[in-house]
């Protein structure tokens, strides 16, 4: 009897001894997740794929919290990917994955992968314009990206008949030189942003398409003629006469009670640059008052060869818009500037 029950015992016990091994071959054959990297990657995901590890149930993958300084497990798979949804636009994330394999009530997991840094895609660039620009470059701006690293931008080759990249910036804001005059260019421009060398591109932005001054004789022609703005915040028409030696003057001739006679003149220096005539008013005299003061304002305008008229490429109230230069080779007659004010006074041309 002893002896029967002394084999029962070591039959029992070398069945544990196996089945105990068993569960420790099964936890080392257990390995460690490979190859973790992403794809499909946008503003606000990215899909997360691995190797499939031998003899593993599913994986449980992990995101990295800063503000708890630790990974937290975000998913349980049965699969080798995993796309994470409802991330920030142009933000840094860190995630692993480890594998695991029930038996019964155990459960046994692997090592965790390598760390795997990446960053979601920039936002879409957008507002992309030119409010300055002369006949040999275009200045581009547009709204800045949050988050972003720097902007690439891209202007059309027709030749290839593709884009090419031509210049990078760190602001929201880029002088294209060495253009031609008179020729419409097409540009865009997309963010990107740098985590750990490595760079993550946005989408890129709608075409822009914008065309440098044309080569005009712009001072022969102002030496010839007068320009006239009739002002919107008074009723008032302005002449502007040009003189060869780089001065003007620019009468103001009140078109309201006192029908259209001159009450003030504002003199000062000029000069043309790229096509653009930089204006500098120095002195203010009142006829009604006698009295005179210096002053210092300045502004700027361009002829438009496609309109036929000058603009300005000035900034006002808060917002881009253009102010139209009406031309005139004769002056207005004292009897006309009412009438002519009337009719021009609608001169400023919204962007």
């Known amino acids: 009897m002893k002896k029967t029950l002394s084999v029962l015992l070591s039959l029992i016990m070398a069945i544990s001894v196996v089945s105990g091994t068993q569960t420790v071959a099964l936890a080392a ?6 190859g973790l990297a992403y794809s499909n990657l946008t503003t606000t995901s990215v899909k997360l794929k691995w190797k499939k590890v031998s003899n593993a149930g599913g994986y449980y993958v992990y995101k990295y919290y800063k503000s708890k300084n630790e990974y937290k497990k975000i998913a349980t798979v049965k699969s080798t990917n995993y796309t994470v949804k409802k991330l920030k636009t142009g933000t840094t994330y860190r995630f692993t994955v480890k594998a695991y394999k029930k038996s019964g009530k155990k459960t046994t997991k692997g090592k965790m992968s390598s760390k795997l840094c990446l960053s979601t895609k920039p936002a879409k ?12 470059s275009i200045t581009l701006t547009w709204s800045k990206v949050a988050n972003a690293s720097g902007y690439c931008i891209y202007k059309y080759n027709p030749s290839k008949k593709k884009y090419e990249k031509i210049t990078e910036v760190k602001s929201a804001k880029a002088k294209i030189s060495s253009l031609s005059s008179g020729k419409s260019y097409k540009f865009k421009v997309r963010a990107y942003r740098t985590v750990e060398k490595k760079r993550y591109y946005g989408d890129y932005s709608a075409v822009y398409t914008k065309s440098t001054i044309a080569n005009t004789d712009v001072k022969q022609k102002l030496l010839n003629g007068y320009l006239y703005i009739g002002s919107p915040q008074s009723p008032q028409l302005e002449e502007i006469a040009f003189y060869s030696d780089g001065t003007f003057i620019q009468y103001l001739y009140d078109c309201g009670f006192s029908n259209g006679n001159l009450y003030a003149y504002i003199s000062g220096t000029y000069n043309i640059v790229n096509g653009i005539v930089k204006m500098h008013e120095t002195y203010y005299y009142d006829y009604d008052s006698g009295a005179s003061w210096n002053t210092d304002s300045k502004w700027n305008f361009y002829y438009d060869s496609n309109k036929n008229y000058f603009r300005s490429t000035d900034y006002y109230y808060g917002d881009w818009c253009y102010v139209r230069y009406y031309y005139k080779t004769s002056p207005v007659s004292k009897a006309d500037r009412v009438s002519y004010y009337q009719s021009h006074i609608c001169n400023e041309i919204w962007i």
Not at 29 to 34: D, F, T
Request: proline letters at 0%; glycine letters at 12%; a positive charge.
């Open 29 to 34: 054959s257990l390995g460690q997740v490979k």
């Open 125 to 136: 660039v957008k507002g992309l314009v030119s409010h300055i620009y002369d006949t040999k």
